[in-house]
C-alpha cells in the first residue's frame, strides 16, 4: 500500500481553521472527482469524512487520496436509483435519507457537502452535543449561512453548498454536477480572502472543532489498540491453507460469505 505522509485532512482543517475559497475549491475539485469516479464503477462509500482523506505530502497543494472503503456498497451502475436501507455513516456528515433508511449514492454528496461547509466556515451545518441532537438538526434543522462567518464568501460557493446539502436527495446534485458548478471557475475563488487576515472562530465554534476532534479521537485509540493486539497475535499456530480450504468447502454457491445454511 502507498505511504501518504501528509497526515489526515482532518488535521489540516483543525490547524487552518477555515480554508480559502481557492483552497477550498482545490481540495474539493479532487474528492469530487474520485466519488464521480466511484459512482461511475458502481461503487457508494457511505462513510466520507475528513478523517477518510489522506495528505499525499505535508505541502499545502498535496493531493488527496480517498481511504477506508469499510462501509463501501456495491450497487447497479444501471440503476444509480438502486436503494440501501442499512443506516451506516459517521454523526455530522450523515445525510437525512441514510437516518430514516432509504437512500441512494447522493448520500456521498451531502457529506461532501457538510465538508465543503466546514472548509468555507470551520464547523459543521448541524450540531448537537450527543448523536441524538446531531440527528435530530440534521433531520429537522434548516441549513444556515451565519453572516460572522459567511459574510466574506462568494454567493456562488453559498449555492454549491445549498445545493449538495438539499435535504430531499431528488433535488440534490450529483457529483458530476457539482464539478460543472461555476463556483470552480469563478473568479471570487481568487478574490476572496486575498490581502485579508483570516476570520478567527468565535470560542463556540471552535468548541465544537474540537469535539469533532475528541470524537475522532476515540476510535483512531481504538483502531490502534486493536492494531496493537493484532500485531501481538501469533499466527504462526494457524494452518491458513487449511482454514481457507475449508472455507472454500462450506461456501458451496461460492459466493466469497458463508450462509447459516451452510456452516449447519
Known amino acids: 500500500m502507498e505511504y501518504c505522509n ?40 457511505r462513510d466520507l469524512k475528513p478523517e477518510n482523506f489522506l495528505m499525499n505530502d505535508p505541502s499545502e497543494n498535496s493531493e488527496v487520496k480517498l481511504i477506508d472503503f469499510g462501509l463501501s456498497k456495491r450497487f447497479s451502475a444501471k440503476k444509480e436509483v438502486e436503494k440501501m436501507h442499512t443506516v451506516v455513516g459517521t454523526p455530522y456528515y450523515v445525510a437525512p435519507e441514510v437516518l430514516k433508511g432509504n437512500y441512494d449514492i447522493s448520500c456521498d454528496v451531502w457529506s461532501l457537502g457538510v465538508i465543503l461547509y466546514v472548509f468555507l466556515c470551520g464547523y459543521p451545518p448541524f450540531e448537537g452535543d ?13 441549513l444556515q449561512f451565519d453572516p460572522a462567518e459567511w459574510g466574506t464568501i462568494s454567493d456562488s460557493a453559498k449555492d454549491l453548498v445549498s445545493k449538495m446539502l438539499a435535504k430531499d436527495p431528488k433535488k440534490r446534485i450529483s457529483a458530476t454536477q457539482c464539478l460543472e458548478h461555476p463556483w470552480f471557475t469563478s473568479n471570487d475563488i481568487e478574490t476572496n480572502h486575498a490581502g485579508h487576515d483570516p476570520v478567527l472562530l468565535s470560542t463556540q465554534k471552535l468548541e465544537v472543532l474540537r469535539r469533532i476532534k475528541n470524537f475522532r479521537s476515540t476510535k483512531k485509540l481504538q ?37 447459516l445454511c451452510e456452516i449447519r
Do not use: P
Not at 25 to 45: E, N, P, R
Not at 245 to 259: I, K, P, V, W, Y
Open 6 to 45: 501528509g497526515g489526515e485532512l482532518f488535521d489540516r482543517i483543525v490547524a487552518a481553521q477555515r480554508f480559502s475559497e481557492r483552497h477550498a475549491a482545490d481540495v474539493m475539485s479532487q474528492m469530487l472527482s474520485a466519488i464521480k469516479h466511484l459512482h461511475g464503477h458502481g461503487i457508494v462509500h
Open 223 to 259: 483502531i490502534e489498540a486493536l492494531t496493537f493486539l493484532v500485531s501481538q497475535s501469533d499466527t504462526s499456530q494457524f494452518d491458513f491453507d487449511l482454514l481457507r480450504n475449508a472455507f472454500r468447502t462450506l461456501d458451496e454457491d461460492n459466493s466469497g460469505t458463508l450462509q
Open 130 to 142: 450527543n448523536n441524538k441532537e446531531i440527528f435530530r438538526n440534521v433531520l429537522k434543522q434548516r
